[in-house]
């Protein structure tokens, strides 16, 4: 690996500026790590919340003509439960983000203290999901809200705490600097846009939950502009995410300000070979542009 793509974000070391997003493959230590042998700088889990939830019926997920729609219902095993499955991964050296969600501010922090307890080298927050009632986006909506929640987690905890945004808000800007101004180590943008599918011929929404978020390319140039608006507003890292699938994606992401890149979407449709092609295509475009480090063309298109 070329050390021209080793990087920092929030104290975490990356060898590489691409991590795996949360909500794909990030359910067992074993896929997480094949993950990590696949080439990722640093692992994101399924967001975990303090207790088992079952998640939705199926249908789940489905494809639509340009990504993803996902309506899982933040189906997991506990945060408690997963110390096992962090240590699996972590053996390996790559940092391990921890997501959580929760329903309050208190038990966010709670969440957060589990997740430490159990290994996590940093957190990411999910105020974002679009369409669990009372979390996610309903909380990442509110900048009085998102101050509340990151404030209770940094007293919790001293690992990296990232904060992952809704694009389905009217000024994203203004949440990202509430996340930072409570104490956020780095703004992860974006999660899923509230999205929805019809089967005509049966004239029912194609998911169970009927209303979802959608990924993949056709979400990136959404990505693209809220990455872009936040790096010129926070002083933190911004690790950018959505829709991200050849290099030439991670460099946008990168010129427009991330300083690393989420990849889920992509995984399902290219497969793990993803990462290697990512890393490879961004070490050359550094390496072609005269530069010596990734972190180089961070923010590079924010000159024009
Ligand atoms: C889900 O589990 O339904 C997706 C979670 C998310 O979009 O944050």
Known sequence: MSRRLATEIAGLKLANPTMLAAGILGLTGSSLRSVVEAGAGAVVTKSLGLK???????PTVVQVD???LNAMGLPNPGVRH???EIKEVKETGVPVIVSIYAFSSEEFAKAAEVAVGVGADA??????????EETGAEIGSDPELVTKVVRKVKNKVDKPVFVKLTPNVANIVEVAKAAVEAGADAITAINTVRAMAIEIETTRPLLANKIGGLSGPAIKPIAVRCVYEIYREVDVPVIGCGGITDWRDAVEFMLAGASAVQIGT?????GL???KSVTRGIDAYVGKKGFGSVKDIVGLAQNF
């Open 82 to 84: 997963f110390g096992e």
């Open 266 to 270: 992509a995984i399902a449709f290219k």
């Open 273 to 275: 070979g993803v990462f």
């Open 66 to 68: 340009c990504g993803l």
């Open 52 to 58: 088992p939830r079952e998640g939705y019926p199926n």
């Open 123 to 132: 957190l990411e927050l999910n105020v974002s999901c679009p369409h669990v």
